[in-house]
């Protein structure tokens, strides 16, 4: 009787433990998708601020890739270049990865793939534009494709 007793102890002191275990794992995954959660929206804060100076003061640029914005005609300097590669969102410094044309686009209308690093995270969106005939183009969205790189 005194073994079985013991057996029967055991076998509560490891169900109790493997119970523990299950969830200390729950409350690590949700502080890893916490964190995720956080770095996506500290990046989307970085390319609604970054599409609204864009749409501001630069739409020239809308539909050129990044590595074409020091030679634009619309833009007056390598300040107002430099200062389009970098910022700060939600207490969190940023820097434009890339920003480039996706095939398909006309003069017209057009998408653009951005890709902004900051937290030690890389994110990656889409940009929509569209322009009448005659005019800049204008801003339609920006679409939030996903964390690329995550610590």
Same mark, same amino acid.
């Given at each position: ?83 389009? =590669?970098?910022?700060? %969102? $939600? ?5 434009? +990865? &890339?920003?480039?044309? /996706? !095939? ?14 900051? =937290?030690?995270?890389? %994110? $990656? ?5 569209? +322009? &009448?005939?005659?005019? /800049? !183009? ?14």
């Amino acid at each position: 009787m005194l073994a079985l007793s013991i057996s029967v102890s055991l076998l509560m002191v490891l169900s109790s433990l493997s119970l523990q275990a299950l969830v200390l794992q729950g409350r690590s995954l949700e502080l890893v998708r916490q964190r995720r959660r956080l770095q996506e929206d500290r990046l989307m804060a970085a390319a609604q601020q970054l599409a609204g100076a864009l749409q501001r003061r630069h739409r020239c640029l809308l539909p050129l890739a990044a590595e074409q914005w020091p030679q634009a005609d619309c833009i007056a300097g390598g300040a107002a270049v430099a200062a389009l =590669g970098q910022g700060m %969102a $939600a207490d969190q410094p940023w820097q434009l +990865a &890339a920003y480039r044309p /996706l !095939p398909g686009g006309s003069t017209s209308a057009g998408s653009a793939e951005l890709l902004l690093r900051g =937290g030690g995270a890389q %994110a $990656a969106y889409a940009v929509h534009w569209r +322009a &009448a005939a005659g005019e /800049l !183009p204008r801003l339609l969205a920006v679409q939030e494709l996903g964390l690329t790189g995550a610590k």
